[in-house]
């Protein structure tokens, strides 16, 4: 299983961008699907998640500028980032919480995608 991330850029303070995140390869199931993101020395933090039903998890600092999204015919994770801040730069990871057809749980990461925003 691979992760393709794109979508991370320069961008100004109140911009928009959209992360996209597209998982390939021997796909059985997946459960969960999100980001994380980890600024300049800072722990990597959990940004967001979608289930397969399509319950989301949405961080505080986050909430009412970024939303999660999945299209589960794609495989594919999306992050919409609204109203960006200074402080959302950072390298922004995906991942999903894999269940092969033995039901064992797995998760697989994208590289990254950096995402600066500044005037």
């Known amino acids: 299983v691979q992760l393709q991330a794109s979508g991370g850029g320069l961008v100004q303070p109140g911009g928009s961008l959209r992360l996209s995140c597209a998982a390939s390869g021997n796909i059985f199931s997946i459960n969960s699907m999100g980001w994380y993101r980890q600024a300049p020395g800072k722990q990597r933090e959990l940004v967001a998640f979608?289930?397969?039903?399509?319950?989301?998890y949405t961080t505080d600092s986050v909430k009412g500028r970024f939303a999660i999204s999945r299209d589960n015919a794609k495989n594919t994770v999306y992050l919409q980032m609204n109203s960006l801040k200074p402080e959302d730069t950072a390298v922004y990871y995906c991942?999903?919480?894999?269940?092969?057809?033995?039901?064992?749980?797995?998760?697989?990461w994208g590289q990254g995608t950096l995402v600066t925003v500044s005037s």
């Open positions: 991942y999903i919480d894999h269940i092969g057809s033995d039901y064992r749980a797995q998760r697989y």
């Open positions: 979608i289930l397969s039903g399509g319950s989301s």
